[in-house]
């Protein structure tokens, strides 16, 4: 197994910086979008977002230089034999995922309001006996504390 020379690499990506001549602000982090779900907000809003966005559409408006529109519109008409059933494959698909996936969060979200509702239940019945264990010790210390006067 080779060993990692972390130095060497760190050097290399300095040199290829300088050579490329950027600049510090020009290497930010800030500038790469990251969202941890579709819409960078709680798994909920990410199964919004499958549900209603599995739809692709296989063919957009072309603009620009008529030339160019006409044989784009040539070329689509020519191959919509083999884009089409595959658009609809991979839509059919998205659909069938986000029905899974909206079924499996509503599922989840039933269970544990179902168990939440157990152990309130069993909680009230837990906060009942302890409330009479505490009654009947308080009895008993009253007791105890008479019979050693």
């Known amino acids: 197994m080779d060993n990692i ?8 990506i300095k ?21 941890k779900t579709a819409q960078g907000g709680s798994p909920a809003e990410a199964v919004d977002y499958v549900t ?16 160019k529109v006409f044989f784009k519109k040539a070329l689509r008409k020519v191959m919509r034999f ?14 069938n995922t986000a029905i899974a996936i909206k079924a499996i969060s509503e599922d989840k979200s039933k269970d544990m309001n179902n168990r939440v509702e157990t ?6 019945e837990l906060a009942k006996r302890l409330e009479k264990l505490e009654r009947e010790n308080a009895e008993l210390r009253s007791i105890i504390t008479k019979e050693q006067a």
Do not use: C, W
Request: aromatic share 12%.
């Open 5 to 12: 020379n972390i130095e060497q690499i760190m050097a290399d």
């Open 15 to 35: 040199r290829d910086i300088k050579e490329k001549g950027l600049t510090p602000d020009m290497l930010s982090f800030e500038d790469i979008p990251y969202k």
């Open 52 to 67: 209603s966005h599995y739809y692709v559409q296989p063919y957009q408006e072309f603009t620009g230089n008529p030339v």
């Open 82 to 95: 083999y884009v089409d059933p595959i658009v609809m494959e991979q839509n059919d698909f998205n659909a």
């Open 119 to 124: 152990l309130e239940i069993v909680n009230r």
